[in-house]
């Protein structure tokens, strides 16, 4: 079993940045694609960003040119740089993966955009 540990959120204002983090508990962690999910009140839970075991990234629309996922295998973690943050990104964030056992998540970290 996978436990995934977020960190990095807060509140920041419009236009700025913040770091997310999610550490896996996984010694087999390269052999992991890891994403990025987030859930805004009264929203689903949305798929924002994607990286796989090769490193290639994908991104939601909504987050395209303004946030990067990158991955450090031997650290066993997997983060988040967003930039350019608007209120609409005020949702909490999880770190999401799968194997074959099942699907793990971590508890989620608030990000909070405001003035």
């Known amino acids: 079993q996978v436990q995934l540990v977020e960190s990095g959120g807060g509140l920041v204002q419009p236009g700025g940045s913040l770091r997310l983090s999610c550490a896996a508990s996984?010694?087999?962690?390269?052999?992991?694609?890891m994403n990025w999910y987030r859930q805004a009140p009264g929203k689903q839970r949305e798929l924002i960003a994607r990286?796989?075991?090769?490193?290639?990234?994908n991104y939601a629309d909504s987050v395209k040119g303004r946030y990067a996922i990158s991955r450090d295998n031997a650290k066993n973690t997997v983060y988040l740089q967003m930039n350019s943050l608007k209120p609409e990104d005020t949702a909490v964030y999880y770190c999401?993966?799968?194997?074959?056992?099942?699907?793990?998540w971590g508890q989620g970290t608030q990000v909070t955009v405001s003035s």
């Open positions: 999401n993966t799968w194997d074959r056992r099942g699907y793990y």
């Open positions: 996984t010694i087999a962690f390269n052999a992991y694609a």
């Open positions: 990286i796989t075991t090769d490193g290639s990234a």
